[in-house]
């Protein structure tokens, strides 16, 4: 077997005039510093102490067959040691880097010629070093082209005169000696395929972090000058951040060169954003951009062209990854579009899908996006384009279509989408998936979980809210209500009544077909009773109203609304006779009633 890498010692010095000269790029130069400056500190005072600083990682992107003809030798990549050369550039060369703020800082380091024991050799730079004459304030002053030793030896001998020069210049010469180190760096064989480039990023890049494909392709992003990668990036990470936190847009603003883009202009609505349904990270809104405008769905394949890859001759050309930079541009542009975003969560949230409480996949969320951009540009009614995403999001929810092997099922579903139609392959997979068979076992199975946030229970209470449902024992006390403000699931059959009479397991207490949302006071009035004691209190205060010193349940006024809102929740109506010995039997015939509801719900859709 081949090396996959060539490993070699190179200076302080040569790294950094790779990184100047733009012979090796690095993907994260223009994202915020993440180390703080003590860490720039430690990282000096090993290197002017000898000690190892690790390897460095560079790549170099497969050659690319120009439109004359002639290659162009890939550009090489620096995939690992990032912050550790860009803390380099700051403390040594004085380069600015943005900070978390996203202002341009220089971190700058002080050195102490002549520390004694106890004492730091470096710090970072504050008032009380500027003060302090026997201090160098900045260690980047030394480092200079221009740099005059005798000169500089002179001025801070007369400051401190109790120095002696020649004692001073030997530790001039020995924080010089800096640029001398050596650091080791690994650079990756060009004749490597992208899915073997992609698996070492990610491993090395671990960190305990789990990474995927990509965080790989952000960096490639990042490391294009041509196609204007960095300032997509940008959009890309500053759109998740802005979803998350719209009042960071003031911050966002500070990026000069940023703010005056078409992308800044594109997410300019996200500071006024409250919704929190669809928050997406920058792999969301990678993934859909991809999936939408490439019509693939593993990820790996967009590295590979935005690296030019011509998958049938498996040349890399220019013009490939020209179109692909293109194309990615266009699909982050039309995800980030205000009207778009909007109508494809008011449609998440028009299905009941109210509270990010009740989602359990983003991937599910994503593929549902790129459904609706894809069918909003389509020649499909648009008046569908809504139903048919909800209908498309529940379905792929109930049947876990994207949770294993997610990226394989989504590149068949573009495909078939594409060659048969939208509509045709719905009825197809809803003939397939959504038979009798599993309405009327396989989903009443799925309800035997203790699992609260499992994708069936969440479809449910999706439901409940769809059909405008009243908690149990509450009129227009809508479940909505419950699950966005204050409400809590609650046992029908109470905890502590079930381990009472020795059903003390978890796994049989917890059953999520004995949940329901109850309002605080009900929950209150029902205590730890029996079903039937509980129940039948309930109908005996609508009956002949409620006794002195007996808590109220509930507020329904009369027989028929009891038992309407019985089947509004899915509760058997034997249930007043029921005591822990019919404790399985209610959750059975609880399951087939909320499989029953949800097939209603999803057919009404």
Not at 50 to 78: H, V
Not at 511 to 516: L, R
Not at 582 to 599: G, H, T, W
Request: hydrophobic letters at 40%; a negative charge.
């Amino acid at each position: 077997m081949s090396e996959k890498y060539e490993l070699s010692p190179k200076t302080i010095d040569s790294i950094l005039g790779f990184i100047n000269s733009g012979e090796v790029a690095i993907p994260e130069i223009q994202r915020p510093f993440v180390w703080k400056p003590k860490q720039v500190r430690d990282l000096i005072d090993s290197l002017y102490n000898g000690y190892p600083a690790g390897y460095l990682i560079i790549s170099q992107s497969p050659n690319m067959r120009l439109k004359d003809g002639t290659l162009s030798e890939g550009k090489k990549i620096m995939i690992d040691g990032q912050q550790r050369v860009t803390a380099m550039m700051t403390a040594i060369l004085g380069k600015e880097v943005l900070n978390e703020d996203f202002e341009k800082k220089t971190i700058k380091i002080s050195f102490n010629p002549f520390a004694e024991e106890g004492e730091e050799t470096f710090k970072v730079l504050d008032n009380a070093i500027l003060k302090d004459k026997k201090w160098v304030p900045d260690i980047s002053v030394v480092f200079q082209t221009d740099f005059d030793s005798f000169d500089f030896v002179e001025k801070y001998c007369e400051i401190n005169p109790d120095v002696k020069k020649s004692e001073f210049n030997k530790k001039i010469q020995q924080l010089l000696a800096i640029k001398t180190r050596s650091i080791g760096v690994i650079t990756l064989n060009k004749d490597l395929s992208v899915d073997e480039v992609t698996e070492i990023f990610i491993r090395i890049n671990s960190r305990g972090a789990k990474l995927n494909q990509a965080d790989f392709a952000m960096s490639k992003i990042a490391s294009d000058e041509k196609n204007e990668g960095r300032l997509l990036r940008k959009a890309i990470d500053y759109f998740s951040h802005l979803a998350v936190q719209p009042e960071w847009y003031a911050e966002m603003c500070k990026d000069a060169e940023f703010a005056g883009t078409e992308y800044a202009k594109k997410m300019e609505w996200l500071m006024n954003d409250t919704e929190a349904i669809y928050d997406p990270s920058y792999s969301d809104m990678l993934r859909v951009a991809f999936m939408y405008k490439f019509n693939r769905g593993k990820m790996k394949d967009l590295v590979a062209l935005l690296s030019g890859r011509d998958f049938e001759t498996r040349e890399f050309k220019e013009e490939i990854a020209e179109d692909s930079f293109k194309n990615l541009k266009d699909g982050v542009m039309d995800y980030m579009n205000e009207y778009n975003f909007k109508q494809f969560t008011l449609a998440i949230k028009d299905a009941g899908f109210i509270s990010n409480k009740l989602m359990n996949s983003d991937l599910t969320l994503d593929f549902a996006y790129t459904l609706y951009l894809l069918l909003h540009n389509s020649d499909v009614d648009k008046t569908q384009v809504k139903r048919y995403v909800q209908k498309w999001y529940v379905l792929t929810t109930l049947t876990s279509r994207y949770i294993a092997s997610p990226e394989s099922a989504m590149d068949l579903d573009l495909r078939r989408i594409s060659e048969k139609g939208f509509c045709n392959y719905l009825e197809e997979i809803e003939r397939a998936e959504l038979s009798d068979v599993f309405w009327n076992d396989g989903l009443v199975q799925n309800f035997e979980t203790t699992a609260v946030n499992s994708p069936y229970i969440n479809v449910y209470w999706a439901a409940q809210v769809r059909m405008k449902d009243d908690a149990l024992f509450t009129k227009n006390g809508a479940v909505s209500n419950l699950i966005s403000v204050i409400g809590d699931v609650h046992h029908i059959f109470p905890k502590k009544y079930l381990q009472k009479n020795g059903i003390s397991e978890k796994t049989r207490y917890n059953q999520v077909a004995n949940y329901t949302y109850l309002d605080t006071p009900t929950n209150i009035a029902v205590g730890d009773d029996a079903p039937n004691a509980y129940f039948t209190r309930a109908l005996g205060q609508i009956q002949n109203g409620c006794p002195a010193g007996e808590k109220q349940i509930g507020n329904i006024a009369t027989v028929d609304e009891f038992n309407q809102n019985l089947a509004t929740n899915c509760i058997p109506a034997a249930i007043k006779d029921w005591t822990y010995e019919n404790y399985d039997q209610f959750l059975l015939e609880r399951r087939k009633l909320m499989a029953q509801k949800i097939r209603e719900y999803y057919e009404g859709l």
